[in-house]
């Protein structure tokens, strides 16, 4: 595993550093698509994004079995990016996981990542990505922000609603553009699950986390506490059975932390990102039909390897 960081003037480079950097871990670039084991992804990019589609294989330089939506980084009207910017690259392997993150405009964040599912028998390839916006995010929309629903022990995640999906599977069930996806065969054949809801075989988002994620940072020390990622899927009689748990990433809030510090627990080092940008005062975000610039005090963690 390792972390690997630059800065780029434009999306065009910014895919070339993530592709010359993968192809030199084991990764197999073959025209525009990388691939290593389960994992087929290919990054397209133009003046105004880098799109991520991801399948289940290949077929000479084509994609196959490409799931329907795919995810991106963009620069948007509401605040588009100054360039340069930088990129952190966080590589690891068994299980494979790449996280991309791309952080602008002083202190703007966006991410891009994909990786493949350890869970047993869960059909499928396994294979999960997830980005800031679903490729059909309009960027001269305005409403391209972040919408969150955050009430404490019940509904929690983003209502993209034309803005941020977030990614991280970061998602509420409500509102549309939701940009983190995965392929399973539960609840019928094997499929890419991009639906979120209470069906069998939607996902369920972030709900679960909503009371550990609003009880944080402890009152006691104004410790935080890094929550795994776990992927749900709506099972039959109201069952749900974790599809994926995301090995180097984990939810977590940024109150009172130094972003330019790892957080270190034990012989562990993880590097503390917002998921878009933070917001100290108005911590859990702003919801719908107002949004906001900014995604709170919530966060993720990504573990630091040398």
């Given at each position: 595993?390792?972390?690997?960081?630059?800065?780029?003037?434009?999306?065009?480079?910014?895919?070339?550093?993530i592709?010359?950097?993968l192809?030199?871990?084991?990764?197999?670039?073959?025209?525009?698509?990388?691939?290593?084991?389960?994992?087929?992804?290919?990054?397209?990019?133009?003046?105004?994004?880098?799109?991520?589609?991801?399948?289940?294989?290949?077929?000479?330089?084509?994609?196959?079995?490409?799931?329907?939506?795919?995810?991106?980084?963009?620069?948007?009207?509401?605040?588009?990016?100054?360039?340069?910017?930088?990129?952190m690259?966080?590589?690891?392997?068994?299980?494979?996981?790449?996280?991309?993150?791309?952080?602008?405009?002083?202190?703007?964040?966006?991410?891009?990542?994909?990786?493949?599912?350890?869970?047993?028998?869960?059909?499928?390839?396994?294979?999960?990505?997830?980005?800031?916006?679903?490729a059909?995010?309009?960027?001269?929309?305005?409403?391209?922000?972040?919408y969150?629903?955050?009430?404490?022990?019940?509904?929690?995640?983003?209502?993209?609603?034309?803005?941020?999906?977030?990614?991280?599977?970061?998602?509420?069930?409500?509102?549309?553009?939701?940009?983190?996806?995965?392929?399973c065969?539960?609840?019928?054949a094997?499929?890419?699950?991009?639906?979120?809801?209470?069906n069998?075989?939607?996902?369920?988002g972030?709900?679960?986390?909503?009371?550990?994620?609003?009880?944080?940072?402890?009152?006691?020390?104004?410790?935080?506490?890094?929550?795994?990622?776990?992927?749900?899927?709506?099972?039959?009689?109201?069952?749900?059975?974790?599809?994926?748990?995301?090995?180097?990433?984990?939810?977590?809030?940024?109150?009172?932390?130094?972003?330019?510090?790892?957080?270190?627990?034990?012989?562990?080092?993880?590097?503390?990102?917002?998921?878009?940008?933070?917001?100290?005062?108005?911590?859990?975000?702003?919801?719908?039909?107002?949004?906001?610039?900014?995604?709170?005090?919530?966060?993720?963690?990504?573990?630091?390897?040398?």
């Open positions: 595993m390792a972390t690997f960081s630059g800065q780029v003037a434009g999306f065009a480079a910014l895919k070339t550093a592709e010359t950097t192809a030199g871990r084991g990764w197999t670039l073959t025209g525009d698509i990388l691939a290593k084991g389960a994992a087929f992804v290919q990054l397209t990019a133009s003046a105004n994004e880098l799109r991520l589609q991801a399948g289940t294989g290949q077929a000479g330089n084509a994609m196959t079995g490409a799931c329907p939506q795919s995810v991106k980084l963009m620069s948007f009207a509401l605040a588009p990016i100054q360039w340069p910017a930088t990129w690259l966080h590589v690891f392997d068994a299980p494979d996981e790449v996280y991309l993150v791309l952080r602008y405009n002083v202190d703007r964040h966006q991410h891009l990542n994909f990786g493949v599912s350890t869970m047993p028998q869960i059909g499928g390839t396994g294979l999960w990505f997830t980005g800031s916006f679903r059909d995010a309009n960027g001269a929309s305005t409403r391209c922000v972040v969150l629903t955050s009430a404490a022990g019940y509904e929690l995640g983003a209502q993209p609603h034309d803005g941020f999906g977030l990614g991280f599977f970061f998602a509420s069930l409500t509102g549309t553009f939701h940009s983190s996806f995965v392929h065969g539960l609840e019928g094997p499929a890419w699950r991009t639906t979120y809801g209470g069998p075989g939607d996902l369920l972030v709900s679960h986390k909503s009371g550990l994620l609003h009880a944080l940072p402890s009152q006691f020390n104004q410790a935080t506490v890094l929550l795994p990622i776990d992927v749900l899927l709506a099972r039959q009689a109201q069952g749900q059975t974790i599809v994926a748990t995301l090995a180097h990433a984990r939810y977590c809030r940024l109150d009172h932390l130094d972003l330019s510090q790892p957080l270190v627990y034990g012989t562990e080092r993880w590097t503390p990102y917002p998921l878009h940008a933070v917001h100290p005062i108005q911590r859990n975000g702003s919801g719908w039909s107002a949004g906001a610039q900014h995604s709170g005090t919530f966060g993720v963690a990504l573990r630091e390897a040398g």
